[in-house]
């Protein structure tokens, strides 16, 4: 550019006048960049989501295929579609089932499935709900060899299944100091109870009840191409996955698989505060936390995805990540969850604080949730959240895998074919009316769990004041209730208790003479009407109740030692094994006793002080059952009265254990007897109580009373 | 629910590698543009379509190596006060600029580097090249910042050390192993040092650290690289070179003997870990540790996982990796003992198999076993733009070649089973072994 021709002082100078030319020039550009106002952004990018390609197999097995060839590697997850089950005394079976599928089979050991994993540089994992598998895409068949023998020939062999349990049983000791892990198993104790899938936790004594039989039901029953997807990602083309599905996995055979309908549990009334110690914690690891009835696509989740973002979701911009970080500098992160289920979701909302804010944390974690059911948001933050959750679904499709998932989710969760496709019209359509009507109808501030590990010491009994109840319930490391019994008197045993609530209701020698009862009353159980009840005991030969409405008998019920019968509105059933046996307690006056007496064994295990009134707790186990394993029943006695007030029990049925309560109440005397004249039961949320006005001794029985109908 | 909790420490080894197959003889090479800006500031442009997005980062060549030994941790607490704002951007601004133009952003401190990423919609590429100019430009240090994060840093301490299972692992072993480079305390450093740092010395240490000289931009992604470059001219040709930098020129002595330890905590179950010393990475024999530590460890299949966790049942989990630095760094073996197992029967095992691998070469077919495995995790790395753009920046700052994102596997491939051999004798020494002992502090009876 510069003119070279030109004498040399001219050129010298006209240098130097360029040079300045040049000097405003670029001046002039730096003048340009606007440091003060953040840049515009320029057109927004399509957003496209790729495609799957869907087929069903003979067999049943559902094929799903993301093609993408960018990277010479193909991924194969085997998805089972199965509701959640009830392990009961045997709780982590279903994870053993999943984790020993892949030490196996009838013709490859353990060390031999590694060895040829390893070495192709693969992956193969499998768990309770499926088997994942990955290499190069000139693997592949090697691959798959390895994974069909391990979906359809599993050994389970006896002693990978000990090996197994061992470092399982490692594993709750080594989480016992992990306030991560302790908390898991808090929130799901506290959350789902016994009554559901999600809230039961592996103990030493369920982990050692696990047998291999049970794994080897577990895998023959839900292992089934009927419920299965097979998802396919990477290197390759549907027809080739295809042709790969049928040679490794079309002999694998159909079967009708349970579907096991999971009970939905009672809400609990007013916050309560669950505290697990974590002796020496210089952090408290809070929760707060309650269930919630929200399936994966209905039409509230994508408003209610957006709720949680605003409140405490992935980024730092929501209002518990800028409350208790960036203003009140109370700790490294805090967010929350909501998490829609197929059976029951959850929301979580969580930090670790120091011990000294534990209680100012909890404050401002309920301060938010309680704002943001009542105010609407502004608009900076639904248009930021929104932004925010188009840019993340946006990243998240730099994953093959996304699109596989999303496949996945609108075939198991039935969602119409364009779900994800109009999913980003759908979110840009939320409003903060939407925001408000779903957090007032999602979230409950009123009556949620405020779950806390730490040092009870110092941080405990500061977050009484936040429970419905002003009391701070104790748990252990694996979320189950810390019993704080207090000791009982010395002299006192099991024994003595029960023959004491006997010789206070009458005398242990009188009810043994006692032939029978028959008592009069009503039913409540939820219903607006009042059923009439009428229960015959003769002790030894067998008892008949009957519920009637205005006269007309509803239910009745015959038991006897050679049998029983429930009849109900023109259907019968006949009562044997199990349940037969827990009637024909009531045809023994001393039961309590006499059990003790035929070997099962009483541990008078303390006085619970919590309560109205402080109780005596008698804990019943079979013979032979260790001290610290779960017992079968539990009974309490007024410390005061010295009578029976009630029987906790664990039974175990078929659609798994369930949690009943029976309360006895409002003792009085009826010939010479002190009978409970109120009797409540509670079984799974349910309750059904019987008042009776009137209660006969020694009655004549007719001799048809307790027959059974052919 | 009950699964060994995997230390949180972040075990996994990584290998840091991508790109090209040569085992497979596929190549697909990632290919980027590299240049300098005048003031010192290296670019790295990696252009990809398939998703239209974009990962901005700056990696500063600042870590807690270059700290003074009695301001330790400052390096990863200024990577808390740089989020705090610059002169035109308010505290918090950082987020909700990032996040509702629809991007995620965060950052991390090691020894010897701070790395800042953005990753965005590819329309807010000029977004992403503003605020990383800002906060190299004219970062906003003040007392509200400074007093907030001094307190969510030492919250994160707690939760990431104090508060966690064998917290005390990573920090109790680099202390025992380095006694007189920086290397000793790690980039959490102290609380009582952040409390006692001036205002002063944090406007030196950004002073000193956060110039272009000192950092590389490495973009990659749905980018037009003419534009991007024109737009990084823009923001960042005019942010002024600092001075050179003076760095540490400590060298570890090497120990006279093992040196063994015991460190007493609350967790129940004991764990050993072995640390030996072994060179910086980059360099040949650092490779042949890492092959060393893929036959010991990589997969179920892995020498120590067959012995010590599956056919024996010493352990929960057993294994050994490298902690690659750029000076000297060390290779950790270790072990979680299972219920009731004596750590030292443990140790024995692991040193077993180590003194195994220094007696016989490895078969072939274990050594292609191992290259088969490192070059699917070649293949399965810097899958995602934002892995990509810090690969490139890394092996920039470490090796000064951006290339070899997709020529290190041919490092790892040349090593022969001799190598391994002779890496297993000469840095596996027991001479030169750190064994620490995390123990239970024995219950006293009330």
Same mark, same amino acid.
């Given at each position: ?25 670029? #001046? ?9 106002? @953040? ?43 199965? =509701? ?156 080739? @996955?295809?042709?790969? @599905? ?24 007013? !916050? ?50 800028? !409350? ?27 930090? !670790? ?67 994800? /496709? ?9 409003? @903060? ?37 002003? /009391? ?32 206070? =209701? ?105 309560? $109205? ?19 079968? $029943? ?5 410390? $005061? ?32 007897? #002190? ?8 079984? !799974? ?26 | ?26 190549? +697909? +090479? ?92 590819? %329309? ?73 740092? *001036? ?97 010991? *460890?990589?997969?179920? *299949? ?48 692991? %040193? ?29 790395? %810097? *899958? ?63």
């Amino acid at each position: 550019m510069i003119q070279l021709h030109t004498p040399f002082s001219c050129s010298a100078l006209r240098i130097w006048a360029w040079a300045g030319l040049f000097l405003t020039i670029s #001046q002039a550009l730096i003048a340009q960049v606007d440091r003060t106002q @953040a840049p515009k952004a320029g057109p927004a990018p399509t957003i496209a989501i790729g495609d799957y390609h869907l087929e069903k197999l003979p067999n049943g097995l559902t094929l799903i295929v993301v093609e993408n060839h960018r990277l010479p590697r193909v991924s194969w997850e085997l998805s089972l579609d199965i =509701t959640p089950i009830m392990e009961g005394p045997k709780t982590g079976f279903v994870r053993f089932a999943g984790g020993l599928l892949g030490t196996g089979t009838t013709s490859r050991t353990k060390a031999q499935i590694d060895e040829s994993i390893d070495f192709i540089g693969g992956r193969l994992s499998t768990t309770s709900e499926g088997i994942f598998a990955a290499s190069l895409t000139r693997h592949t068949d090697a691959l798959l060899e390895v994974m069909s023998d391990v979906l359809l020939h599993p050994s389970f062999d006896a002693s990978e299944l000990e090996k197994y349990r061992s470092q399982a049983l490692s594993g709750i000791a080594s989480n016992a100091t992990d306030p991560g892990a302790i908390s898991g198993n808090l929130l799901s104790s506290v959350l789902f109870g016994d009554a559901h899938p999600y809230g039961e936790v592996e103990t030493a004594a369920t982990l050692k009840a696990i047998t291999r039989e049970d794994l080897v039901a577990y895998h023959s029953t839900y292992f089934r191409p009927n419920v299965a997807y097979l998802v396919v990602v990477g290197d390759i083309s549907p027809a080739e @996955a295809k042709a790969k @599905a049928m040679k490794y996995f079309g002999s694998w055979e159909p079967a009708e698989v349970p579907v096991t309908p999971v009970k939905m549990i009672g809400m609990q009334q007013g !916050n309560q505060v669950c505290f697990a110690d974590l002796p020496g914690a210089v952090q408290s690891n809070i929760s707060i936390a309650h269930v919630v009835q929200l399936k994966p696509g209905e039409p509230d989740a994508i408003a209610v995805s957006v709720m949680n973002n605003i409140l405490g979701g992935g980024g730092f911009s929501g209002r518990l990540m800028q !409350n208790l970080r960036e203003d009140k500098a109370f700790t490294y992160g805090a967010r929350s969850s909501l998490t829609p289920d197929r059976t029951l979701g959850r929301f979580v909302a969580t930090a !670790n604080v120091r011990n000294e804010v534990t209680d100012s944390a909890v404050v401002e974690f309920l301060a938010e949730i309680q704002r943001i059911t009542r105010d609407l948001v502004t608009p900076e933050e639904l248009n930021t959240t929104i932004q925010y959750m188009t840019g993340s679904f946006a990243r998240a499709l730099e994953n093959p895998q996304t699109v596989a998932s999303f496949a996945l989710n609108i075939e198991r969760n039935r969602l119409p074919k364009d779900y994800y /496709k109009t999913y980003l019209k759908k979110l840009a359509s939320v409003t @903060a009316e939407d925001i408000r009507r779903v957090a007032a109808s999602y979230l409950r501030p009123e009556n949620l769990y405020i779950a806390v590990v730490g040092n009870r010491s110092e941080v405990a009994e500061k977050l009484a004041r936040f429970a419905g109840n002003k /009391k701070v319930q104790y748990f252990d490391a694996l979320g189950q209730p810390v019993k704080g019994y207090l000791p009982v008197p010395d002299g006192l045993t099991a024994r003595s208790v029960v023959e004491k609530h006997y010789e206070l =209701t009458g005398g242990v020698a009188k009810w043994r003479n006692l032939k029978g009862v028959r008592k009069l009353g009503q039913v409540q159980m939820g219903l607006p009407m009042v059923l009439e009840s009428e229960l015959w005991i003769q002790y030894g030969k067998g008892l008949r109740a009957e519920v009637r409405m205005s006269g007309q008998v509803m239910m009745q019920e015959v038991a006897t030692p050679a049998g029983g019968q429930i009849a109900a509105q023109g259907m019968k059933k006949e009562v044997t094994g199990t349940e037969l046996e827990s009637r024909l307690r009531d045809l023994d006056a001393l039961y309590l006793l006499n059990a003790m007496d035929k070997g099962w064994e009483f541990l008078l295990a303390g006085i619970d002080p919590q309560g $109205e009134r402080p109780q005596y707790v008698v804990e019943v186990r079979e013979k032979g059952k260790p001290a610290d394993s779960p017992p079968a $029943e539990t009974l309490y006695f007024d410390v $005061e009265s010295g009578l029976l007030t009630r029987i906790s029990a664990l039974k175990v049925g078929t659609t798994g254990p369930t949690q009943t309560d029976e309360t006895y109440s409002d003792y009085k005397e009826f010939g010479g007897f #002190q009978f409970p004249t109120s009797v409540a039961m509670t079984a !799974n949320g349910q309750s059904l109580t019987s008042t009776f006005t009137q209660i006969e001794v020694n009655p004549k029985f007719d001799s048809q009373l307790f027959t059974l109908k052919p | 629910m009950s699964h060994p909790h995997l230390l949180g420490l972040g075990l996994a080894v990584t290998l840091g590698m991508a790109g090209s197959f040569h085992a497979s003889g596929q190549t +697909r +090479r990632i290919p980027f543009e590299s240049f300098d800006l005048k003031n010192g500031l290296h670019v790295i442009l990696h252009e990809d379509h398939s998703t239209p997005i974009v990962a901005v980062t700056v990696m500063y060549h600042v870590g807690s190596k270059d700290e003074d030994t009695t301001r330790t941790g400052m390096a990863h607490f200024f990577e808390h006060l740089l989020f705090e704002g610059s002169e035109n951007i308010g505290r918090g601004e950082f987020d909700s600029y990032v996040e509702g133009a629809g991007g995620v952003l965060n950052a991390n401190t090691t020894q010897d580097r701070t790395f800042y990423y953005e990753v965005l919609p590819s %329309n807010q590429l000029e977004l992403g090249l503003w605020l990383e100019s800002e906060r190299m430009l004219h970062a906003r240090v003040e007392g509200v910042g400074i007093e907030t994060q001094r307190e969510v840093v030492k919250e994160e301490k707690r939760q990431r050390y104090d508060n966690q299972p064998y917290g005390q692992l990573l920090p109790a072993t680099m202390e025992a192993v380095y006694r007189e480079h920086p290397y000793r305390w790690t980039p959490i450093g102290s609380l009582d040092h952040l409390n006692a740092a *001036s205002y002063e010395e944090f406007m030196d240490f950004y002073r000193r650290f956060y110039v272009p000289n000192n950092a590389v931009l490495s973009i990659a992604g749905d980018i037009d690289l003419k534009t991007a470059r024109k737009l990084i001219e823009k923001y960042f040709k005019d942010i002024p070179r600092g001075a050179e930098i003076a760095r540490t020129q400590v060298v570890e002595p090497r120990r006279q003997g093992e040196y063994r330890d015991t460190i007493w905590g609350k967790d129940a179950l004991p764990m050993v870990v072995q640390a030996y010393p072994i060179p910086a990475q980059g360099t040949p024999d650092y490779y042949a540790v890492e092959m060393l530590n893929q036959v010991l *460890s990589g997969g179920e *299949s892995s020498r120590l996982n067959r012995r010590v966790v599956d056919e024996e049942q010493l352990a929960l989990f057993c294994g050994a990796f490298s902690f690659g630095l750029e000076h000297p760094g060390v290779t950790l073996a270790y072990a979680l003992a299972s219920m009731g197992v004596d750590p030292a029967q443990v140790e024995r095992a692991m %040193n077993e198999e180590v003194e195994k691998l220094k007696r016989e070469l490895i078969s072939p077919t274990e050594l292609q076993k191992l290259q088969n495995q490192i070059e699917s995790q070649f293949v399965q790395s %810097n *899958s995602s733009m934002a892995g990509i753009a810090e690969s490139l920046a890394n092996y920039h700052m470490y090796f000064g070649n951006s290339d070899l994102i997709n020529t290190e596997i041919d490092r790892y491939m040349a090593v022969t089973p001799e190598d391994i051999q002779r890496a297993a004798r000469k840095y596996y020494d027991p001479a030169q072994r750190v064994t620490l002992y995390f123990l239970q502090t024995p219950q006293t009876q009330p």
